[in-house]
């Protein structure tokens, strides 16, 4: 009897779709409440483009006399360096009133949007910098701000959005 094939998925890609939310306090992070995450603000509107925002588990060898061989088991995990893109204000009404260098929060993805029982992950994080990344003399593309982030403690990964 063959294996059973995985269930198919609904398809999607990240414009329209993806919500990324600055929210400043979370009691927890395992289990944000609606009304903590209504008082994040949304940044989409204003994200051009992003890196990182993933983890990766070092591999830590074991190695035995009995055997040439040299397995591995699961080592320590660590994040991604991981920052957003956002559009600059030329006022400076922009991101950095937000987000400013040093200050503590948590950057939310919910990959298939804002909807209850989908799912979310909760990354603590700290701005270790904002900067003014494309200054250029060509003139053809938008002042753009990148905010780099230290994820400061594990990410609550596949929480599910409350109602």
Same mark, same amino acid.
């Given at each position: 009897? *063959? #294996?059973?094939?995985? #269930?198919?998925?609904?398809?999607?890609?990240?414009?329209?779709?993806?919500?990324?939310?600055?929210?400043?306090?979370?009691? /927890?992070?395992?289990?944000?409440? !609606?009304?903590?995450?209504?008082?994040?603000?949304?940044?989409?509107?204003?994200?051009?483009?992003?890196?990182?925002?993933?983890?990766?588990?070092? /591999?830590?060898?074991?190695?035995?006399?009995?055997?040439?061989?040299?397995?591995?088991?699961?080592? !320590?995990?660590? #994040?991604?360096? /991981?920052?957003?893109?956002?559009?600059?204000?030329?006022?400076?009404?922009?991101?950095?009133?937000?987000?400013?260098?040093?200050?503590?929060?948590?950057?939310?993805?919910?990959?298939?949007?804002?909807?209850?029982? !989908?799912?979310?992950?909760?990354?603590?994080? !700290?701005?270790?910098?904002?900067?003014?990344?494309?200054?250029?003399?060509?003139?053809?593309?938008?002042?753009?701000?990148?905010?780099?982030?230290?994820?400061? /403690?594990?990410?609550?990964?596949?929480?599910?959005? *409350?109602?």
């Amino acid at each position: 009897m *063959p #294996a059973t094939p995985i #269930a198919s998925t609904t398809k999607y890609i990240n414009p329209e779709t993806t919500v990324v939310l600055w929210v400043a306090s979370i009691a /927890s992070k395992a289990a944000p409440l !609606r009304a903590e995450l209504n008082l994040g603000i949304n940044l989409v509107g204003e994200n051009s483009a992003c890196e990182g925002w993933n983890t990766a588990a070092e /591999s830590v060898p074991i190695p035995n006399m009995g055997s040439r061989f040299t397995g591995s088991i699961p080592g !320590r995990i660590t #994040a991604e360096d /991981s920052t957003l893109s956002m559009y600059a204000d030329v006022g400076g009404s922009d991101a950095r009133t937000l987000m400013p260098q040093d200050t503590n929060g948590y950057i939310v993805w919910m990959d298939g949007g804002d909807v209850a029982n !989908r799912k979310m992950d909760v990354f603590p994080v !700290r701005v270790a910098s904002v900067a003014k990344s494309n200054r250029s003399v060509e003139g053809d593309e938008a002042q753009m701000l990148t905010f780099s982030y230290s994820i400061t /403690s594990s990410p609550a990964v596949d929480v599910l959005i *409350p109602a």
